[in-house]
Antibody
Framework: QVQLQESGPGLVKPSETLSLTCTVS????????WSWIRQPPGKGLEWIGY???????NYNPSLKSRVTISLDTSKNQFSLKLSSVTAADTAVYYC?????????????WGQGTLVTVSS | QTVVTQEPSFSVSPGGTVTLTCGLS?????????PSWYQQTPGQAPRTLIY???TRSSGVPDRFSGSLLGNKAALTITGAQADDESDYYC??????????FGGGTKLTVL
């Protein structure tokens, strides 16, 4: 079955750019929507945005000015970049497949990776 | 900006039934919001329980059910077990490709 695995630096300095990659195994990235979701420590989930396998994207309006999601179909990966980070961006970041046509849900999810913003 | 609302906490006795709800700060939840529900235990990724209001995800036991209740989406757990003690999040589709999670409900089984 499809599995997702996040990877990237666990520590990012304030004002710099957070970069994460999600590797999809057990299935193709083509024909699906792929999302990033985050969860600050002790808080709830926040949808960041998605990318379709064609490359079209959609972002949370509250993060839109700082977010870029891209994909590399040759590597079966998609990536997140979040610029100008602050301590408020400290969170566990999850990647997930999103079903969005005549429905809206996430499955499966990656295990998540903690990113701390600190100098 | 519309907020997705959930009860912050709830408790249920083992073997009991509990219904968690997911509403809007303004307006009513309908099937067009495609409500889905996720269970999360500490340190773990969320697990998908219900999507499209009332469809159980693969492998989810039938004691978890989803519905619309009044002007809200609802998740009902019947025959609560100790390992149902988790955080539960709902997700609503707001249109234009935008998804919003509720703040989550911490369920205690005692």
């Amino acid at each position: 079955q499809v599995q997702l695995q996040e990877s990237g630096p666990g520590l990012v300095k304030p004002s710099e750019t957070l970069s994460l990659t999600c590797t999809v195994s057990g299935g193709s990235i083509s024909g699906y929507y792929w999302s990033w979701i985050r969860q600050p420590p002790g808080k709830g989930l926040e949808w960041i945005g998605y990318i379709y396998s064609s490359g079209s994207t959609n972002y949370n309006p509250s993060l839109k000015s700082r977010v870029t999601i891209s994909l590399d179909t040759s590597k079966n990966q998609f990536s997140l970049k979040l610029s100008s980070v602050t301590a408020a961006d400290t969170a566990v970041y999850y990647c997930a497949r999103q079903y969005i046509r005549k429905t809206n849900w996430f499955d499966p999810w990656g295990q998540g990776t903690l990113v701390t913003v600190s100098s | 900006q519309t907020v997705v609302t959930q009860e912050p906490s709830f408790s249920v006795s083992p073997g009991g039934t509990v219904t968690l709800t997911c509403g809007l700060s303004s307006g009513s939840v309908s099937t067009s919001y495609y409500p889905s529900w996720y269970q999360q235990t500490p340190g773990q990724a969320p697990r998908t329980l219900i999507y499209s209001t009332d469809t159980r995800s693969s492998g989810v036991p039938d004691r978890f059910s989803g519905s619309l209740l009044g002007n809200k989406a609802a998740l009902t757990i019947t025959g609560a077990q100790a390992d149902d003690e988790s955080d539960y999040y709902c997700l609503l589709y707001m249109g234009s490709g935008i998804s919003v999670f509720g703040g989550g409900t911490k369920l205690t089984v005692l």
